[in-house]
C-alpha cells in the first residue's frame, strides 16, 4: 500500500474515532487518562531503553548537548510525564460548558456550548514526552489526534505511544483516537498538510525551519508554536541577586527549551555593575556571551552581536546582551525582535514593571519571575499541546480550554421568522 494510501486510511480511522469520542463520559476518560500515566511508569525501563536509542544516534550525528538534553528521558522525567497526565485527570472536563446563555424576546434560548474541535494533527520535534501529553490532552478535552515525531525521537514516540494506547481499547475508547504516523520520510508532512477532509487543525512544535514548512504548506488552518526568542529586562530599580538568579534559571536550567532566555537587557545606570557579576556566573556555566557595542566596553573579549543574532533563538548554552537607555528602550527591542513568546523584567518599580507588562506584545510576560515558567504544567493546566505565539483562537500554552471550540445551541417552541 502506498504511504498516501496509509495515511488517508488512518485518518479516516481517526476521524471516526472523534466522533465516538463525543460520547465518552468525563468519567471513563479520566479512567483512561490515568490508566495511560499507571502503564508509562509501568513501562519505564521499556521506555528508557527505546530513548537511549535515540540519544546514542543524536550524540553520532553531532546534535548539541541542550538539544541532546531535550530528547534524553530519566525515570525523573517519565515520572513528571504521568504526573502531568494525573493532574489532566484531575481537572473539570471543558467539553459542554454553557459559556454563555440569553433569551430572544421572541422565545428563543440560545447556549454558546464549548465542543472538540475535532481531529487535531500535531507534528513535533525532539521532546518525546510531547507524545503523552498531547495524548492526554486531547483525549480529556474529546479530540483525536493524529502525532508526527521527529525523526531524532521516532523509538521514544513509538514506545510511549504502544504504550498508552494500549489501555484504551480495555477502556471502551477507540486506539485510533489517539494515532502516530510510524515513518520519519518528510512525504508523510505532505501528504497529512493536505487531508482536509480529515484534519481540522494543525499545531506544529519544533525550530524555526518546521514552523515555517507547516505553516507555508498547509491547506488546514495552523495554531503556530513558534520559536522562543525570550527576553529578560534587568531594570535600574532591580534588585540584582534577584536579577541574578532570574536570570541563571531562565538561562541555565534547560537551555534547550523554547522557553529559556536567548537575550538580556540591561539598563545603562546599571550595566557596569552588573554585567562583571552577571558575566562571571554565566561564565562558570559554560555559557558564551555576545555583546552590543557597549556591552563590549564592560565586558572585554566576548563576542560582538550581529544583527541576526537579536533574532535567533539558540537553543544552547549562548546569551546575546544589549544596554538600553531605559524600559522603552527595552520595550521597542523586544517588540522588534522577539517572537512574541515570554519575556520578563526584573524591577522594584511598580509602574516600571507595568509598563513593561502592559506594552511587551508577547503572549507571557514577567515581573520578577523566570520565563521558565510559561509551561501548561506549571501554569496549573496539566500540560499544554504547545506555546502558541499566534494571537487567534489561542495564545500561550495551550492545553484543555484551548484545545475546545464552540457552537451555539438554540431551542425554540416554534418560532418561525418574520
Same mark, same amino acid.
Given at each position: 500500500?502506498?504511504?498516501?494510501?496509509?495515511?488517508?486510511?488512518?485518518? *479516516?480511522?481517526?476521524?471516526? #474515532?472523534?466522533?465516538?469520542?463525543?460520547?465518552?463520559?468525563?468519567?471513563?476518560?479520566?479512567?483512561?487518562?490515568?490508566?495511560?500515566?499507571?502503564?508509562?511508569?509501568?513501562?519505564?525501563?521499556?521506555?528508557?531503553?527505546?530513548?537511549? @536509542?535515540?540519544?546514542?544516534?543524536?550524540?553520532?550525528?553531532?546534535?548539541?548537548?541542550?538539544?541532546?538534553?531535550?530528547?534524553?528521558?530519566? &525515570?525523573?522525567?517519565?515520572?513528571?510525564?504521568?504526573? +502531568?497526565?494525573?493532574?489532566?485527570?484531575?481537572?473539570?472536563?471543558?467539553?459542554?460548558?454553557?459559556?454563555?446563555?440569553?433569551?430572544?424576546?421572541?422565545?428563543?434560548?440560545? *447556549?454558546?456550548?464549548?465542543?472538540?474541535?475535532?481531529?487535531?494533527?500535531? $507534528?513535533?520535534?525532539?521532546?518525546?514526552?510531547?507524545?503523552?501529553?498531547?495524548?492526554?490532552?486531547?483525549? *480529556?478535552?474529546?479530540?483525536?489526534?493524529?502525532?508526527?515525531?521527529?525523526? &531524532? +525521537?521516532?523509538?521514544?514516540?513509538?514506545?510511549?505511544?504502544?504504550?498508552?494506547? *494500549?489501555?484504551?481499547? @480495555?477502556?471502551?475508547?477507540?486506539?485510533?483516537?489517539?494515532?502516530?504516523?510510524?515513518?520519519?520520510?518528510?512525504?508523510?508532512?505532505?501528504?497529512?498538510?493536505?487531508?482536509?477532509?480529515?484534519?481540522?487543525?494543525?499545531?506544529?512544535?519544533?525550530?524555526?525551519?518546521?514552523?515555517?514548512?507547516?505553516?507555508?504548506?498547509?491547506?488546514?488552518?495552523?495554531?503556530?508554536?513558534?520559536?522562543?526568542?525570550?527576553?529578560?529586562?534587568?531594570?535600574?530599580?532591580?534588585?540584582?541577586?534577584?536579577?541574578?538568579?532570574?536570570?541563571?534559571?531562565?538561562?541555565?536550567?534547560?537551555? !534547550?527549551?523554547?522557553?529559556?532566555?536567548?537575550?538580556?537587557?540591561?539598563?545603562?545606570?546599571? #550595566?557596569?555593575?552588573?554585567?562583571?557579576?552577571?558575566?562571571?556566573?554565566?561564565?562558570?556555566?559554560?555559557?558564551?556571551?555576545?555583546?552590543?557595542?557597549?556591552?563590549?566596553?564592560?565586558?572585554? !573579549?566576548?563576542?560582538?552581536?550581529?544583527?541576526?543574532?537579536?533574532?535567533?533563538?539558540?537553543?544552547?548554552?549562548?546569551?546575546?546582551? @544589549?544596554?538600553?537607555?531605559?524600559?522603552?528602550?527595552?520595550?521597542?527591542?523586544?517588540?522588534?525582535?522577539?517572537?512574541?513568546?515570554?519575556?520578563?523584567?526584573?524591577?522594584?518599580?511598580?509602574?516600571?514593571?507595568?509598563?513593561?507588562?502592559?506594552?511587551?506584545?508577547?503572549?507571557?510576560?514577567?515581573?520578577?519571575?523566570?520565563?521558565?515558567?510559561?509551561?501548561?504544567?506549571?501554569?496549573?493546566? /496539566?500540560?499544554?499541546?504547545?506555546?502558541?505565539?499566534?494571537?487567534?483562537?489561542?495564545? /500561550?500554552?495551550?492545553?484543555? &480550554?484551548?484545545?475546545?471550540?464552540?457552537?451555539? $445551541?438554540?431551542? /425554540?417552541? /416554534?418560532?418561525?421568522?418574520?
Amino acid at each position: 500500500m502506498l504511504l498516501k494510501d496509509k495515511i488517508i486510511k488512518m485518518l *479516516k480511522d481517526v476521524k471516526e #474515532a472523534s466522533l465516538k469520542l463525543g460520547n465518552i463520559s468525563t468519567k471513563d476518560k479520566d479512567k483512561a487518562i490515568l490508566a495511560m500515566a499507571s502503564a508509562l511508569l509501568k513501562n519505564t525501563k521499556y521506555i528508557l531503553s527505546e530513548n537511549a @536509542k535515540d540519544v546514542a544516534l543524536s550524540n553520532k550525528t553531532g546534535l548539541s548537548k541542550a538539544l541532546v538534553d531535550r530528547l534524553t528521558l530519566t &525515570e525523573k522525567r517519565i515520572k513528571e510525564m504521568a504526573d +502531568s497526565l494525573k493532574q489532566v485527570a484531575s481537572l473539570k472536563d471543558p467539553v459542554g460548558r454553557i459559556l454563555r446563555q440569553w433569551k430572544r424576546p421572541n422565545g428563543l434560548i440560545i *447556549k454558546k456550548v464549548s465542543v472538540p474541535i475535532g481531529v487535531i494533527g500535531i $507534528i513535533y520535534e525532539s521532546r518525546p514526552n510531547v507524545t503523552s501529553d498531547c495524548a492526554g490532552l486531547c483525549l *480529556k478535552s474529546g479530540n483525536a489526534c493524529v502525532l508526527r515525531g521527529g525523526s &531524532e +525521537s521516532i523509538n521514544s514516540n513509538l514506545a510511549i505511544h504502544k504504550v498508552v494506547t *494500549k489501555c484504551l481499547g @480495555k477502556l471502551g475508547i477507540p486506539e485510533s483516537a489517539v494515532a502516530m504516523i510510524n515513518v520519519t520520510d518528510r512525504l508523510a508532512v505532505e501528504i497529512l498538510l493536505k487531508q482536509t477532509n480529515l484534519i481540522d487543525v494543525v499545531i506544529p512544535r519544533g525550530g524555526e525551519g518546521l514552523i515555517r514548512y507547516v505553516a507555508e504548506n498547509s491547506l488546514i488552518p495552523v495554531i503556530k508554536h513558534y520559536k522562543g526568542v525570550c527576553h529578560l529586562y534587568v531594570d535600574k530599580d532591580a534588585d540584582l541577586e534577584m536579577a541574578l538568579d532570574i536570570m541563571l534559571n531562565a538561562k541555565v536550567q534547560r537551555p !534547550g527549551v523554547c522557553n529559556a532566555i536567548e537575550k538580556m537587557l540591561v539598563h545603562k545606570d546599571i #550595566a557596569r555593575n552588573f554585567l562583571p557579576q552577571a558575566a562571571r556566573v554565566l561564565d562558570d556555566k559554560g555559557v558564551e556571551l555576545r555583546g552590543c557595542s557597549e556591552t563590549l566596553k564592560i565586558l572585554r !573579549g566576548i563576542k560582538e552581536a550581529k544583527e541576526l543574532d537579536w533574532y535567533e533563538e539558540y537553543l544552547d548554552l549562548i546569551l546575546t546582551i @544589549k544596554v538600553v537607555k531605559g524600559v522603552d528602550g527595552a520595550i521597542s527591542h523586544i517588540n522588534k525582535y522577539g517572537s512574541r513568546h515570554s519575556d520578563a523584567i526584573v524591577t522594584k518599580n511598580k509602574l516600571t514593571a507595568e509598563r513593561f507588562l502592559k506594552e511587551v506584545d508577547s503572549a507571557c510576560v514577567y515581573h520578577n519571575a523566570s520565563t521558565r515558567f510559561t509551561d501548561g504544567y506549571q501554569f496549573g493546566m /496539566g500540560a499544554e499541546i504547545g506555546i502558541s505565539t499566534d494571537k487567534i483562537h489561542a495564545r /500561550g500554552p495551550m492545553a484543555l &480550554e484551548e484545545l475546545c471550540t464552540y457552537k451555539y $445551541i438554540v431551542l /425554540g417552541s /416554534g418560532q418561525t421568522r418574520s
